[in-house]
Each structure stands twice: as C-alpha cells, then as structure tokens.
C-alpha cells in the first residue's frame, strides 16, 4: 500500500514569493490534515478535510494562506505571500476516519529567505 | 492545549529501560503516541481510547491514566532503533456516545537517544 505522498520535498523561495504544497493521501482515507512543524516542535494543525469539505481551519491564517481539496482526494496548500516565519516543515497525513491512527507524508521543508 | 512531555530528552544504552510522560491539564479522551525520525514522518505506536487501557507490541507498550490525566510510554530493552522523537498527541473533548472530539493536539516531543 502506498503512502502518503508529498511534493515537493523541498523548496527555497524568497519573502513575498508564492509557494504551493501538494498532497496525496492513502486511497480510501476520507480525513486529510495539513500540519506545521517547527523545528524541535511537534506538529501543529493547519487544517482538517472530511472529504472535501474543510472542517476545522481555524489554525490557518486565512490572510495569506489557503488550502484546498479537489474531489476528496488530492489537496493543495498554498502561502501567498511567504514570509520569512513560515519556514518550517509542512507534513501531511491522512486517516480512514477521523479518530485512527494518522498516516504522515514525508513533509516539504520549506525555507523563505 | 498542549500536553507537556518529560523528560525532554533521554540517553540511553542498547538494553535500558526508559519513560515518557505525558501530561495534560485537561480532561483527556484519548492519546496517540508517534516516533519520528530525524528527517523523516512521524510514524504511528499506538492509540489508548480509555482510562486504564494499556496496550503493547514488541518491547514498547503505554498506559493511560484518565484520573491523572497523563499516559506514559514504556520502551524495555531498547535497541539503536528505537532513536528518534517521541510525541504524545492528545484528543481533549468528548463528544456524544463518548468519541473524542476537537483536534489531535501533540506535545513538544521526548529526544530518545540510544547509544550502542
């Protein structure tokens, strides 16, 4: 079974530059979670999808980023404009329901200069 | 809000023992525990529902305490393997029939280091 799949892995951009996360999570999983990581930190929630409806964001600053989940399945998280405190490592998981067990995606670290 | 991990950071030898705790000052309906790597996901241990429940596969188990509000991680034995971050997340609402609700919220992290 394949896992969570993130791309890209890696991305450097400079302040004020837009930046866009895309995500694909394990077939069949309903509930999607954006996460933000700092360094030394645990994750924290940006966003939850059930299906393709957003259901919990009140973690994303809407002023600069959105996010979005396409037919309940691939989801995109965009940042426009970066600034320089959004560098950190942005993880995406997926769950079969809300409470299991979460499945986490590789991450895209991303480095705003 | 947060749950508060301790120790923050523990060295071991191939063989010892060690624990993690996690706390919180709520009320808490369910723990998730992960391990993350440097660099890499964090990986699922293991999920406790309810007060009481402990569970375990290989030489890790945890148990969870509803009335303390804390639940502990226990690594026997352990290997170089078993290096990396160690996270607590923790549901903190409880909605109807008794599920937990709201959003997994995760603690600072436990580095676990061990050392041949």
């Known amino acids: 079974e394949a896992g969570v799949v993130q791309s890209p892995r890696y991305k450097i951009i400079e302040k004020k530059q837009p930046v866009a996360f895309w995500c694909n999570p394990i077939?069949?999983?309903?509930?999607l979670y954006w996460y933000l990581q700092n360094l030394g930190q645990g994750p924290e929630l940006l966003i939850r999808y059930e299906n393709e409806e957003a259901v919990d964001d009140s973690q994303l600053p809407k002023d600069r980023f959105s996010a979005e989940r396409l037919k309940g399945v691939d989801s995109t998280l965009k940042i426009q404009p970066a600034e320089l405190g959004d560098s950190a490592v942005y993880l995406c998981a997926s769950s079969l329901v809300r409470y299991n067990e979460q499945f986490f995606g590789p991450g895209t670290r991303l480095t705003v200069l | 809000q947060q749950p508060v991990q301790s120790p923050q950071a523990v060295i071991l030898r191939e063989g010892e023992d060690a624990v993690i705790n996690c706390s919180s000052s709520?009320?808490?309906?369910?723990v998730h525990w992960y391990r993350q790597k440097h660099g890499e996901a964090p990986v699922f241990l293991m999920i406790l529902l309810k007060g009481g429940e402990q569970k375990g596969h290989d030489k890790i188990s945890a148990s969870f305490n509803e009335k303390k509000q804390q639940s502990s991680l226990y690594l026997t034995a352990s290997q170089l393997s078993y290096s990396g971050t160690y996270f607590c997340g923790t549901y903190q609402g409880k909605g109807a029939g008794g599920t937990s609700y709201g959003k997994l919220t995760f603690g600072q992290g436990t580095i676990l280091t061990v050392h041949p």
């Open positions: 077939s069949g999983h309903n509930t």
């Open positions: 709520k009320a808490l309906y369910s």
